[in-house]
């Protein structure tokens, strides 16, 4: 009896709004009620790569608003001979979608992982592995052609020295995060596979059972690896 | 009586754990239709094809910008609410993530008016671009 009222007034009669955000982060109490320590951390964590994303775009709007010199068109840099004919952005347009996608085989993952659905949980993990594979190999085709082209971290062909050194930086650790992601993808689709959340199999790393929360924290991270893609594609490639 | 009165000491002495164990089983997870995430889905995709079309078309000016910043806008609400799940959360989660981006908008101004002045004295010192 006791507990059922206790339950019923940590989940249900906990004040909402702004009343409710000072309740919950008032002392001696776990701020997040309804978030497990280890979903909470991952937002945390992505809290800090928003800022160092930020501080990338940041710096590249500075470099780009401080010269004298012109800035290299985007849309005719990363255009592609397609059929004779030359169209603008198409490669990072086609990565775009890649990308998104990902996150939507990535959702419906989350969502048969609370199913209990071990198979087809695993099975899109690992298509979002595959999808986000694709997408480096991409970036990595047009980090060749760009380095053919000329463009350095120093100076490129067609305008401002800064161009190279923002490009390469922006899009070299948005392509570290996409990779890392992958393994991780395939890590926890293996657990998935072989139902180590189902018989909770310690991992071989912290020796802790996992949960299908992993499965959904994995997510978090995959979908902000989408996120910052927004913001590079809106503010690198077609600003 | 007395074994009221037990319970409620002993309600009392372990509330710290008792309140543990409620919250942890508290901890909620979310299961949504899938369609929701096809729709969002669908939407994104709809919302790329739009931002790609804007240069593909070639607008420029403040057309360009504020069609930009509209579609990035409303692609990163859709993927943080629907997808990352934020829109089920409580709200003290949600200002302690959301927040802090914003207040880089502050940083944001701050560059602006720095990187406007280095190209001032830089078009003072050396000239108006080669």
Same mark, same amino acid.
């Given at each position: 009896?006791?507990?059922?009222?206790?339950?019923?007034?940590?989940?249900?009669?906990?004040?909402?709004?702004?009343?409710?955000?000072?309740?919950?982060?008032?002392?001696?109490?776990?701020?997040?009620?309804?978030?497990?320590?280890?979903?909470?951390?991952?937002?945390?964590?992505?809290?800090?790569?928003?800022?160092?994303?930020?501080?990338?775009?940041?710096?590249?709007?500075?470099?780009?608003?401080?010269?004298?010199?012109?800035?290299?068109?985007?849309?005719?840099?990363?255009?592609?001979?397609?059929?004779?004919?030359?169209?603008?952005?198409?490669?990072?347009?086609?990565?775009?979608?890649?990308?998104?996608?990902?996150?939507?085989?990535?959702?419906?993952?989350?969502? @048969?992982?609370? /199913? &209990?659905? #071990?198979?087809?949980?695993?099975?899109? +993990?690992? $298509?979002?592995?595959?999808?986000?594979?694709?997408?480096?190999?991409?970036?990595?085709?047009?980090?060749?052609?760009?380095?053919?082209?000329?463009?350095?971290?120093?100076?490129?062909?067609?305008?401002?020295?800064?161009?190279?050194?923002?490009?390469?930086?922006?899009?070299?650790?948005?392509?570290?995060?996409?990779?890392?992601?992958?393994?991780?993808?395939?890590?926890?689709?293996?657990?998935?596979?072989?139902?180590?959340?189902?018989?909770?199999?310690?991992?071989? @790393?912290?020796? /802790? &059972?996992? #949960?299908?929360?992993?499965?959904?924290? +994995?997510? $978090?991270?995959?979908?902000?690896?989408?996120?910052?893609?927004?913001?590079?594609?809106?503010?690198?490639?077609?600003? | 009586?007395?074994?009221?009165?037990?319970?409620?000491?002993?309600?009392?002495?372990?509330?710290?754990?008792?309140?543990?164990?409620?919250?942890?089983?508290?901890?909620?997870?979310?299961?949504?239709?899938?369609?929701?995430?096809?729709?969002?889905?669908?939407?994104?995709?709809?919302?790329?094809?739009?931002?790609?079309?804007?240069?593909?078309?070639?607008?420029?000016?403040?057309?360009?910008?504020?069609?930009?910043?509209?579609?990035?806008?409303?692609?990163?609400?859709?993927?943080?609410?629907?997808?990352?799940?934020?829109?089920?959360?409580?709200?003290?989660?949600?200002?302690?993530?959301?927040?802090?981006?914003?207040?880089?908008?502050?940083?944001?101004?701050?560059?602006?008016?720095?990187?406007?002045?280095?190209?001032?004295?830089?078009?003072?010192?050396?000239?108006?671009?080669?």
């Amino acid at each position: 009896m006791a507990e059922t009222t206790l339950t019923h007034t940590s989940q249900m009669d906990r004040p909402q709004g702004l009343r409710g955000i000072a309740a919950d982060w008032a002392s001696d109490q776990r701020a997040f009620k309804n978030v497990s320590w280890g979903k909470a951390m991952m937002w945390i964590f992505l809290l800090s790569d928003t800022f160092i994303f930020g501080c990338f775009l940041l710096s590249y709007m500075t470099a780009r608003i401080s010269t004298r010199v012109p800035w290299p068109n985007p849309s005719e840099v990363f255009a592609l001979r397609i059929g004779g004919s030359e169209i603008p952005l198409i490669l990072i347009a086609i990565m775009t979608f890649v990308l998104i996608s990902s996150s939507g085989t990535m959702a419906m993952a989350v969502n @048969f992982g609370y /199913r &209990r659905d #071990r198979r087809k949980t695993a099975i899109l +993990m690992l $298509l979002t592995a595959a999808l986000g594979a694709t997408f480096v190999g991409m970036q990595a085709f047009e980090w060749t052609k760009l380095i053919t082209e000329g463009v350095r971290p120093w100076g490129n062909p067609w305008g401002a020295a800064q161009f190279g050194s923002c490009f390469f930086m922006i899009t070299g650790f948005h392509g570290t995060h996409v990779t890392i992601g992958v393994i991780f993808l395939i890590i926890v689709a293996r657990k998935v596979w072989r139902g180590d959340f189902d018989t909770g199999r310690p991992g071989f @790393f912290t020796s /802790r &059972r996992g #949960r299908y929360e992993n499965v959904e924290i +994995m997510g $978090l991270y995959w979908h902000f690896v989408d996120l910052v893609w927004v913001f590079i594609f809106a503010f690198f490639y077609l600003w | 009586m007395a074994e009221a009165t037990a319970n409620g000491l002993g309600q009392h002495a372990l509330h710290p754990a008792h309140d543990a164990a409620i919250v942890a089983k508290a901890e909620t997870h979310q299961e949504h239709p899938i369609k929701l995430y096809l729709v969002v889905w669908a939407w994104l995709f709809i919302l790329s094809t739009c931002s790609y079309l804007v240069d593909y078309f070639g607008l420029h000016g403040y057309l360009r910008w504020s069609l930009i910043l509209i579609f990035m806008m409303l692609k990163a609400g859709l993927i943080v609410a629907v997808f990352m799940h934020m829109a089920w959360e409580r709200l003290a989660m949600m200002y302690a993530i959301i927040l802090p981006p914003i207040l880089v908008l502050v940083f944001v101004a701050m560059m602006v008016f720095e990187a406007d002045y280095t190209l001032l004295t830089r078009i003072a010192f050396f000239g108006p671009g080669p």
